[in-house]
């Protein structure tokens, strides 16, 4: 069951319940969310930018642990819709949704997983994919699928060119440097933490 309150800036904020709630717990979320007014209807008409279904806010794993701070129970999920007056606004794909509408169905998610991918030539995933992993690590990944006796799945080899890509800088910092011949004594991690000793 889902909750929607009015805020006083007009946003819309649902509260994902397990079970119906009493009447104290619902004033308590009334006072918690600034005296918002409970929306009796289990459907709302308008156009709202909130967050993907599929992905659960820090704001809301916040709040919903307030709310269990509150003695409240049953909470699942809390998230923040806001009231577009565009009929093409601007919103960020990535984390938010435009939503003709709000209902009992906007936490619902009905997709299913994409099936698991073996990979068969590394090497040609990588260019396929434009994961920029090198030939070292192309060799390494080999190497690894033949020590466990299996292919590597897509997630795993996603997951190492995320790791080991440049903007993920974990390789470089960790990395040791050689310098005119000479190596130098501490990683770059080491000479940022060395500033907080």
Request: proline letters at 4%; one cysteine or more; glycine letters at 8%.
């Amino acid at each position: 069951m889902i909750l929607f309150f009015e805020g006083t800036s007009k946003n819309l904020i649902a509260a994902g319940t397990s079970d119906k709630l009493p009447k104290k717990d619902i004033e308590k979320l009334i006072w918690l969310f600034g005296e918002a007014t409970l929306i009796t209807s289990e459907k709302i008409g308008g156009i709202f930018i909130g967050p993907r279904k599929e992905m659960v806010t820090p704001w809301s794993t916040n709040a919903v642990e307030i709310t269990q701070n509150m003695g409240i129970n049953g909470i699942k999920r809390i998230e923040e819709f806001h009231v577009s007056g565009l009929k093409k606004p601007h919103f960020d794909p990535m984390l938010q949704s435009l939503y003709t509408g709000l209902d009992q169905t906007i936490f619902t998610i009905d997709k299913l997983p994409d099936p698991v991918i073996y990979i068969d030539n590394i090497n040609e995933y990588n260019q396929k994919e434009g994961l920029a992993l090198n030939n070292e690590e192309i060799a390494y990944l080999d190497k690894l699928s033949k020590s466990i006796g299996r292919k590597l799945t897509d997630s795993e080899v996603f997951g190492f060119s995320q790791v080991n890509s440049e903007h993920c800088r974990h390789k470089i910092f960790n990395g040791t440097f050689i310098l005119s011949g000479k190596e130098k004594e501490a990683t770059l991690f080491q000479m940022i933490k060395a500033t907080t000793k």
